[in-house]
């Protein structure tokens, strides 16, 4: 089961086993040679990065530091998967 971080109820979910989904935009700036990642779901996470697997180290790592910085409440763990426009974490 799959479900947004930005509804209602996610942490119980989520301590419930469900994959909990994040949006990330991602914008290629081929004039820079990078990839730009941001999301409305997580405050703060901005990712510049060359490569898609850059791309996914940096992810995991800036998404579980800034949930923990922006919800104490909830210790989440990001496993990312990349799919079409969506990261589920």
Known sequence: MNYPIS????????KLGASIVI????I???EAGVLVATSPDIK???????????????LKEAITAL?????TKHNYHANVLLTDNILTV
């Open 7 to 14: 509804y209602p109820l996610a942490g119980t979910f989520a």
């Open 67 to 71: 949930y923990e910085l922006n919800h």
């Open 23 to 26: 949006r990330v935009d991602l």
């Open 28 to 30: 290629h700036d081929k």
């Open 44 to 58: 703060g996470l901005i990712v510049e990065v060359e490569t898609y697997e850059q791309l996914q180290a940096e």
